[in-house]
């Protein structure tokens, strides 16, 4: 089994920055691809952020230029370093990751950009 734990979200004012980490832990034999999705009040979830093993990224559309994703292979982390945020930004963040040919996310961060 797989657990994903997140950490990092918050409330913070428009223009403002958060970093959000996610570890791995459990019987990980490999990482494919890690991300972060989010999901607003009464939408879809949607592709924020992933990053595969080599280092491969892929960004949604209203995140780029903005969020970066980082991952480190040693200890299965990824962070996502967020900045310029809008309230537009606001959403719950979900970890995902692709292990052991299987797909596991976290129970999800709370992000919310207001002032």
């Known amino acids: 089994q797989v657990q994903l734990a997140e950490s990092g979200g918050g409330l913070v004012q428009p223009g403002g920055s958060l970093r959000l980490s996610c570890a791995a832990s459990?019987?990980?034999?490999?990482?494919?691809?890690m991300g972060w999705y989010r999901q607003a009040p009464g939408k879809g979830r949607e592709l924020v952020a992933r990053?595969?093993?080599?280092?491969?990224?892929n960004y949604g559309d209203s995140v780029k230029g903005r969020f970066t994703i980082s991952r480190y292979n040693a200890k299965n982390t990824v962070d996502l370093q967020m900045n310029s945020l809008k309230p537009e930004d606001t959403a719950v963040y979900y970890c995902?990751?692709?292990?052991?040919?299987?797909?596991?996310w976290g129970q999800g961060t709370q992000v919310t950009v207001s002032s």
């Open positions: 995902n990751a692709f292990c052991n040919g299987g797909d596991y």
């Open positions: 459990g019987t990980i034999f490999s990482i494919n691809a």
């Open positions: 990053i595969t093993s080599v280092g491969t990224t």
